[in-house]
């Protein structure tokens, strides 16, 4: 909606709703003009009903405003002496119109003794509910907001299974623009798997004043600007979905507005120096291990690898046998001789399940892995005795990757050979060449809103001539920290201020194996109750946890001994 059409839609509810309560402010003896007024007939509505005056922050709010408004229907439906079940559902249904029919009934009066719906026996549990969501709603979409890590994208530094809390007022709180939606939830209603949201109306992009911008090697929670998946993780036919709407991903920011990015043989360069991580970044990167003995799984495992397979013989194995591995296998290959090859992840097979199913496996090692390795670890593997090398696996310059942004044949770029690319300032005007268009081409259509089209070599936007443009916003470029295992910048381009939603300050508790199923999960104790950012090894402070815990509760029982 533009701002015509925003002014006109405001105007028209502002219209509907002051002349409902003119109806009210006539019965109480109140100047009807004031109905008019805005947010100054709100509040005297709150004063008639007996209700504070901050709620008219709660009316102001999006998402909080669509139960606040319910709310306060059915006070005026106990205050007017209307407390029959059928009437709250009408009202509801009719979003408040239902009420007119209260407000023309000229023998319709305010009760002053009324009972308030949350003194009702059903109202009690309900008031309790509506205070539930209001106040999640407020912490989860103002301040902070709970977030699990479901993706390898940034190992070792945040681990699938980091359960974060992430921060909306560092870099100021975004107004959502969905301006119907279900509280508490993102895109889908959980059970029913069916969208939670209404497109329309889209409320203007707004963010409240934070006291933080993002900063070159922030951990960055925002949404994903290629998203049109209805549901995450979920294969089907596209949609275009509202910005507040889209995935929830988390990356390092490595550019900001102004920088011009290149990665050279793996390594991020900004403004031609290469960008020095914070100590708390552990990236990894593929690496081929050579050993002529064969590499070792147990040394592979040592110095935390992943992302590579094993490989196991079997002489006679039977179908109940077979049927045991099947969970833990990736393939499996018969030989002539009747030998089985089982292929496995680096996970290979439990050693409870062989002594159980009396199986006997060797492990054929190979002479060259490729694996995924942090650097350090990569630097102890060299030091290893029995292993010969360990060599980064590099795409080399000038050869293309597969789905590397901007996708177009003049740019043969990789994920290790990627760039330059430079990430424009908002207010910041370039002058556009068919030979850069490629590189900007997202940002103008679909981050900024227009039409573009060449012809005979001539740019045009909006249908309008056009050798430069002019930038709203400035942009971002996020990567993982998994180089090798992340669908990052390098994929969709630049991230644009917009879709910025917060930075993760907390890890509140992490979980090994929360990918394969709640049976296999196990604690990672040593990352409950951490920082994300920080100098040195993340410190656990869960022992400070529990012991304010032990203080609330012991508090409240002294004072419940204490009032008895």
Request: glycine fraction near 6%.
């Amino acid at each position: 909606m533009n701002s015509l059409e925003w002014l006109i839609s405001l105007s028209a509810f502002h219209l509907v709703y002051a002349t409902l309560y003119s109806l009210f402010f006539k019965k109480e003896g109140i100047a009807t003009y004031k109905a008019f007024i805005p947010f100054y007939n709100s509040i005297l509505v709150l004063r008639v009903l007996d209700r504070p005056w901050w709620w008219l922050l709660l009316f102001c709010l999006p998402i909080i405003n669509l139960v606040m408004f319910p709310v306060l229907w059915i006070d005026l439906l106990y205050a007017y002496k209307r407390p029959k079940p059928i009437e709250h559902l009408l009202t509801l249904i009719s979003l408040g119109l239902y009420l007119f029919t209260l407000g023309l009934d000229s023998k319709t009066s305010r009760d002053e003794d009324r009972l308030r719906p949350e003194k009702t026996k059903i109202g009690e549990w309900v008031s309790s509910i509506v205070f539930a969501i209001v106040a999640a709603t407020l912490v989860h979409t103002y301040f902070m907001q709970p977030y699990a890590i479901p993706t390898p994208s940034l190992e070792r530094t945040l681990r699938v299974g980091d359960f974060l809390l992430v921060s909306k007022f560092h870099y100021g709180a975004r107004i959502p623009t969905t301006a119907i939606a279900a509280p508490m939830v993102h895109d889908t209603l959980p059970i029913l798997k069916v969208k939670s949201y209404l497109k329309t109306p889209q409320l203007p992009y707004f963010r409240l004043p934070g006291f933080a911008t993002v900063k070159r090697n922030d951990l960055v929670v925002f949404n994903w600007p290629a998203d049109t998946v209805r549901q995450f993780f979920v294969k089907e036919a596209g949609v275009k979905k509202p910005i507040d709407k889209k995935s929830n991903y988390v990356k390092r920011c490595v550019g900001t507005p102004g920088d011009t990015l290149e990665v050279r043989d793996g390594f991020v360069y900004i403004n031609g120096k290469r960008l020095q991580l914070d100590s708390r970044a552990k990236p990894m990167y593929n690496h081929k291990v050579y050993a002529s003995s064969g590499v070792s799984s147990r040394l592979l495992a040592e110095a935390d690898a992943s992302d590579y397979a094993r490989v196991f013989m079997a002489s006679s194995l039977n179908q109940t046998q077979y049927n045991a591995l099947i969970p833990h296998l990736i393939g499996a290959n018969q030989l002539e001789d009747g030998t089985l090859e089982l292929y496995t992840s680096e996970d290979g097979i439990p050693l409870d399940l062989l002594r159980s199913q009396r199986i006997a496996l060797k492990e054929v090692l190979k002479t060259e892995q490729l694996v995924n390795l942090t650097l350090d670890k990569a630097d102890w593997l060299r030091t290893d005795e029995r292993i010969d090398s360990v060599i980064m696996d590099i795409n080399p310059k000038g050869v293309s990757g597969y789905n590397i942004f901007p996708n177009h044949p003049d740019y043969s770029w990789n994920e290790d050979n990627f760039g330059p690319v430079y990430l424009p300032k908002a207010g910041e005007t370039i002058e556009l060449t068919p030979s850069n268009l490629p590189l900007f081409k997202r940002i103008i259509t679909e981050y900024e809103g227009h039409q573009l089209s060449v012809s005979d070599g001539s740019i045009y936007i909006n249908n309008e001539p056009a050798s430069a443009y002019t930038f709203k916003q400035g942009y971002y470029w996020m990567m993982g920290d998994n180089r090798d295992r992340s669908e990052d910048s390098r994929s969709w381009g630049h991230v644009p201020e917009n879709h910025i939603l917060g930075k993760p300050v907390f890890i509140w508790m992490s979980w090994d194996n929360f990918d394969k199923g709640i049976f296999s999960m196990k604690p990672r104790w040593d990352r409950f109750f951490t920082t994300v950012k920080g100098e040195g090894e993340p410190i656990s402070y869960r022992y400070v946890f529990v012991g304010l815990l032990a203080l609330y509760f012991s508090y409240r029982f002294w004072r419940k001994r204490k009032k008895a």
